[in-house]
């Protein structure tokens, strides 16, 4: 059982940064694979990036390539996702996922740890 605890959220105007953080327990780290997915009111939680267990392959979604950057830390067990050149529809629930296989995926069914996710908030 793995436990995937978000943290870095906050509120940020257009333009700005923000880097998150997902620190996880309870397995070994560096087995899974991660991925951020987010969901903003009255839609779907969407995929953001995702990076397979040695950091060497990562993924994005059209909407955030070139702006976002997922990296990890094994030897912490901790993913990161930078987040620069914010916009407001950047604005939503932003949720760090394990996937109990060493290569990444977009899909969020393929993920078997969630956390509770941290809000980011851009205005404009």
């Known amino acids: 059982q793995v436990h995937v605890v978000e943290s870095g959220g906050g509120w940020v105007q257009a333009g700005g940064s923000l880097r998150l953080s997902c620190a996880a327990s309870?397995?070994?780290?560096?087995?899974?694979?991660m991925g951020w997915f987010r969901q903003a009111p009255g839609k779907e939680r969407e995929f953001v990036a995702t990076?397979?267990?040695?950091?060497?392959?990562?993924y994005y979604s059209d909407s955030v390539k070139a702006r976002f950057t997922i990296s990890r830390d094994n030897a912490k067990n901790t993913v990161y996702l930078q987040m620069n050149s914010l916009k407001p529809e950047d604005t939503a629930v932003y949720y760090c996922?394990?996937?109990?296989?060493?290569?990444?995926?977009?899909?969020?069914?393929?993920?078997?740890?969630w956390g509770q996710g941290t809000q980011v908030t851009v205005s404009s």
């Open positions: 309870g397995g070994t780290f560096s087995r899974y694979a």
């Open positions: 996922a394990a996937r109990s296989t060493t290569d990444y995926h977009t899909r969020r069914e393929k993920y078997d740890y």
């Open positions: 990076i397979a267990w040695s950091g060497g392959r990562t």
